[in-house]
C-alpha cells in the first residue's frame, strides 16, 4: 500500500459548507495544530458553498481535503480528494453507482495522486447519512469485521471509515477493526464533544475527525487536537 501524505494525520477537523461558520471560529480551527481540515457534509453541499469555504480556508497553511459527497460539490482546488463508497448498503449508487457516474465525467481531470477512496461503515441509524444512504446500521461485530475486511484486503481501498456521525461510537469495536486492517488507516468520527471522547477515539483509530462540536462548543472542540496528539494509539503504524 502506498503510503499517502494523509497517513500521518491523527486529528482532522471536518466542516460542513452548509453551515455558517465566523471568522473567528475558522481561525481557530485552522491554527488550532490539527493535521487537516475536511470539508464535507451529507446534505446541502454546493459547487458555491464548498468553493467559497475552502478559499477561506486557503488563507492557512492547514492541509484541505474534500471530502466529495456529490458530483455537484467536485471542486478544483483542494490539496486532497476523498471518495466515500458506502459499503454497509445494498443501495448499490452509494457503493459505487453515484462515484461512477461521477468518474464519466470527472474521469481525465481527477488529480489521482492526491485522490483516494474511503470505505465508509456507518454506524448510527439517525445519522443524515445513514438515512441518506440506506446504511444497514444494527450490526453484529462479525459483519462490522467482514466489511472492514472488505475494503481493506479485497478492495484494498486506503482509508476505512468508522461513522458514527452524531452520536459516540463503540471503541472496542472500533479498536478490534483498526487491529484487522493491514493497508488501511482507519478513520474514526461520529460524537467526540471534548478530550475524554477524543482520547479514546485516539487509542483506538489511526485518524480521529472532529466534525459538530466545533459549532457547538469552539472551546471543548479545539481541546480535542491536543488531546488526541498527546494519545499513544493502540493500533500498528500506518505511516510507513
Ligand atoms: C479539477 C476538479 C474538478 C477536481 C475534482 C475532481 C474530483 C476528485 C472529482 C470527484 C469525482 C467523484 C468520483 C465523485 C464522487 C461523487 C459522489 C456522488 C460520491 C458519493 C458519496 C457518498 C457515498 C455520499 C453519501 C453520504 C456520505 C457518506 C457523505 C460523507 C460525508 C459525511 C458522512 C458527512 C457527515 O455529514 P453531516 O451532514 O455532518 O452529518 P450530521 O448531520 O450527522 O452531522
Ligand atoms: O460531527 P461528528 O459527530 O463529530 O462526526 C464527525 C464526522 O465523522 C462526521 O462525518
Ligand atoms: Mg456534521
Same mark, same amino acid.
Given at each position: %500500500? ?15 459548507p ?5 471568522e473567528?471560529? *475558522?481561525?481557530?480551527?485552522?491554527t ?7 470539508v464535507?457534509? $451529507?446534505s446541502?453541499?454546493?459547487f458555491? /458553498? ?6 477561506r480556508?486557503?488563507r492557512?497553511?492547514v492541509d ?5 459527497s456529490? $458530483? ?8 486532497y480528494?476523498?471518495?466515500? %463508497? ?5 443501495q448499490?449508487?452509494w457503493l459505487?453507482?453515484k462515484q461512477t457516474?461521477a468518474?464519466?465525467e ?5 488529480p489521482?495522486?492526491?485522490?483516494a477512496a474511503?470505505?465508509?461503515?456507518i454506524? /448510527?441509524?439517525d445519522a443524515?447519512?445513514?438515512? *441518506? ?9 462479525r459483519?462490522v ?7 481493506? #484486503? *479485497? ?9 458514527? $456521525?452524531?452520536?459516540?461510537?463503540? %471503541? ?9 486492517? $493491514? ?5 474514526y468520527?461520529?460524537?467526540?464533544d471534548?478530550?475524554d #471522547? ?17 459549532y ?12 488526541v #496528539?498527546?494519545t ?7 505511516? /510507513?
Amino acid at each position: %500500500m502506498q503510503a499517502y501524505p494523509f497517513f500521518t494525520w491523527r486529528h482532522v477537523f471536518k466542516l460542513d459548507p452548509d453551515r455558517e461558520i465566523s471568522e473567528e471560529t *475558522l481561525d481557530a480551527v485552522c491554527t488550532s495544530g490539527t493535521d487537516a481540515v475536511l470539508v464535507g457534509g $451529507s446534505s446541502g453541499v454546493t459547487f458555491d /458553498n464548498t468553493v467559497e469555504l475552502m478559499s477561506r480556508i486557503r488563507r492557512y497553511e492547514v492541509d484541505c481535503a474534500l471530502e466529495v459527497s456529490g $458530483s455537484e460539490a467536485a471542486a478544483p482546488g483542494f490539496d486532497y480528494y476523498f471518495i466515500p %463508497m458506502v459499503l454497509n448498503t445494498s443501495q448499490i449508487d452509494w457503493l459505487s453507482g453515484k462515484q461512477t457516474a461521477a468518474l464519466r465525467e470527472y474521469g481525465p481531470f481527477i488529480p489521482w495522486e492526491t485522490t483516494a477512496a474511503e470505505g465508509y461503515i456507518i454506524l /448510527n441509524p439517525d445519522a443524515e447519512a445513514a438515512r *441518506l444512504t440506506g446504511a444497514q446500521t444494527g450490526l453484529d461485530e462479525r459483519t462490522v469485521l467482514a466489511h472492514a475486511l472488505m475494503a481493506d #484486503k *479485497l478492495m484494498r481501498l486506503p482509508i476505512v471509515y468508522l461513522e458514527y $456521525s452524531g452520536r459516540f461510537g463503540d %471503541m472496542d469495536l472500533v479498536c478490534k477493526v483498526g487491529s484487522e486492517l $493491514s493497508g488501511a488507516r482507519l478513520f474514526y468520527g461520529g460524537g467526540i464533544d471534548g478530550a475524554d #471522547k477524543a482520547r479514546q477515539a485516539a487509542e483506538a483509530a489511526h485518524t480521529v475527525v472532529v466534525g459538530n462540536v466545533v459549532y457547538d462548543n469552539l472551546e471543548a472542540a479545539l481541546q480535542t487536537v491536543r488531546a488526541v #496528539k498527546d494519545t499513544f494509539c493502540l493500533l500498528p503504524s500506518k505511516t /510507513n
